[in-house]
């Protein structure tokens, strides 16, 4: 395992910190190199560093539904290292709370733009580039919101709904190509992305979790990893639900 990406490389989206810092640790830790993405080249220059610095990690800042931005992650990322094995499609927003059905249109054609329409592009992007012709595997990363009601969050949840059939869709029409296409639906997870679910009650959050605690990015890195690696060479079109069990007994 400790090697076990040595000579593939990866795109993870959405990586300057949280699960998809942790990720992209993980499989250098594990011998591969990656690309990382995100909106801001401060944090993301910062993440290079932590992760090794140039000969393991590259950034590339954008936004994840800009064109431009996915053309040159993916160019640079073969230039950098010369091949493109996997993509995490990590990115994902939540700009909105409140009932579904007075959601603002703009802000609800955003939250599919970034969560849905952006991984079909950087999946897209990289069969073009590599994975059309070499193989290679695919980790989108949805969230339980997906698979359950999600009072609150409904548009974010309809979106990782839709990511999750994404995932099946893309992994029929791709597994003979050799490239499979896994999911994984996290719960809560301690990340600034989800402070807002727990900060200043996080013990009365996780007691709700069977396994009495919240998720960290680590949680969500080995379930990747295992994914995205050999070892799940027969595993595609699935979603693996990390939630510390709380779906079990229907807490949020």
């Known amino acids: 395992m400790v090697h076990s990406f040595k000579g593939r490389v990866a795109v993870v989206t959405g990586s300057s910190r949280g699960i998809g810092l942790g990720i992209a640790r ?16 401060e944090p993301l220059a910062e993440a290079v560093r932590d992760l090794g610095g140039p000969e ?62 952006a ?5 897209r992007r990289v069969h073009a580039a590599w994975m059309g012709e070499h193989g290679g595997s695919i980790v989108n990363v949805a969230s339980v919101a997906g698979i359950r009601s999600s009072l609150g969050i409904g548009m974010y949840g309809v979106s990782k709904a839709a990511l999750i059939r994404l995932t099946t869709e893309l ?33 009365k959050v996780a007691a709700a979790y069977p396994l009495g605690r919240l998720g960290l990015p680590s949680d969500v890195a080995g379930a990747v990893a295992f994914l995205l690696s050999e070892d799940a060479g027969w595993v595609t079109g699935q979603t693996v639900v990390l939630d510390g069990g709380i779906t079990l007994g229907g807490g949020l």
């Open 26 to 41: 993980e499989l250098v830790a594990r011998g591969g190199k990656v690309c990382l993405t995100a909106r801001n080249p």
């Open 56 to 117: 393991c990690a590259i950034a590339v800042a954008g936004k994840a539904d800009d064109p431009a931005h996915q053309e040159e992650a993916v160019a640079r990322t073969l230039e950098a290292f010369g091949r493109l094995d996997h993509l995490v499609n990590n990115t994902g927003i939540n700009p909105v709370y409140g009932p579904i059905l007075t959601t603002d249109e703009d802000a609800a054609a955003k939250i599919l733009a970034v969560n849905v329409l």
């Open 119 to 123: 991984p079909l592009a950087w999946t």
């Open 171 to 203: 992994a029929a029409e791709l597994g003979p190509q050799g490239i499979r296409v896994n999911a994984v639906a996290p719960a809560v997870v301690k990340t600034k992305f989800a402070e807002a679910l727990y900060e200043g009650r996080e013990e």
